[in-house]
């Protein structure tokens, strides 16, 4: 079990706007901030979001995250075929002198 | 543009110890104020971090994983390494190297990735 809890799967239609959301705990993202990676097959992850909602250069701004409490969101609007991809948080964990933890992944299908 | 490369051997005997290397090029590890990190992912599952280590030499490990791991750094030749002992065949999967973000995070730098197997 993960210490971020993610659903293990999401879909949508293209044009469409998704969610995937990450629940932690008030030792992770409730004090630290949540980055999100998207891994296409075979290849290495990719980050897409970081410090909440900062996207790097070159990361369509159809991609926003988001967080409250001990969650967050990445929401990902226009939804196009080539999104399809599995996608993790990750965040900081201050339990156990300190560590990064991920979320289980989210496998987003375009219908 | 910066580069990181993992290196080491793809086939690894139960109760060994797994070790790889991290190539860095393009950039300093000494020069910039970030954490390099190791990243696993076994097949088909999702992402399990290891541990990171600053260019001084202090590190931060997975608890799950620290009694096993030692990641080491060499300024010299810009790369830093990672040891896993005791290895089993849960410990097969591709292990990726990472600069870390000012937020102890793996960031927009990842290595390739390297799959390792635990098999006699």
């Known amino acids: 079990q993960s210490v971020l809890t993610q659903p293990p799967s999401a879909s949508g239609t293209p044009g469409q706007r998704v969610t995937i959301s990450c629940s932690g705990s008030s030792s992770n993202i409730g004090s630290n901030t949540v980055n999100w990676y998207q891994q296409l097959p075979g290849t290495a992850p990719k980050l897409l979001i970081y410090?909440?909602?900062q996207r790097p250069s070159g990361v369509p701004d159809r991609f926003s995250g988001s967080k409250s409490g001990t969650s967050a969101s990445l929401a990902i609007s226009g939804l196009q075929s080539e999104d399809e991809a599995d996608y993790y948080c990750a965040a900081w964990d201050d339990s156990l002198n300190g560590s990064v933890v991920f979320g289980g992944g989210t496998k987003l299908t375009v219908l | 543009q910066l580069q990181l490369q993992e290196s080491g051997p793809g086939l690894v005997k139960p109760s060994e110890t797994l070790s790889l290397t991290c190539t860095v090029s393009g950039g300093s590890i000494s020069s910039s104020s970030y954490y390099w990190g190791w990243i696993r992912q076994p097949p088909g599952k999702g992402l399990e971090w290891i541990g990171s280590?600053?260019?001084?030499?202090?590190?931060y490990y997975n608890p799950s994983l620290k009694s096993r791991v030692t990641i080491s750094v060499d300024t010299s030749k810009n790369q830093f390494s990672l040891k896993l002992s005791s290895v089993t065949a849960a410990d097969t999967a591709v292990y990726y190297c990472a600069r870390h973000d000012e937020w102890e995070l793996p960031g927009d730098y990842w290595g390739q990735g390297t799959l390792v197997t635990v098999s006699s």
């Open positions: 280590i600053y260019y001084s030499g202090s590190t």
């Open positions: 410090s909440n909602n």
